[in-house]
């Protein structure tokens, strides 16, 4: 089972920081990772260390925007479906 953060899976997280950043880089280290994000409404984040940890406290300015583009995104295909 994956572990996630607030509902959201590491690949979750990744897709929505992409879409909320205009700058998104991972990069993998010798031990963990380095992760830079930055938007206009939060601005800069930088850290290194573990994957799921670096990408936790970069989602979760985010996390309420993503819930709220999922259940838009549920909503419209349930109403596509019916």
Known sequence: ???TYRGFTVEQMLIHLRSFCST???E???QGWRLY???EEHGEYENEGALFF???KAFDPFVEDAREKVKGTIEALWLSAH
């Open 37 to 39: 994000c930055y938007s």
């Open 24 to 26: 998104v880089k991972l």
């Open 54 to 56: 670096i990408l936790s």
């Open 28 to 30: 993998s280290l010798d």
């Open 1 to 3: 089972m994956a572990s």
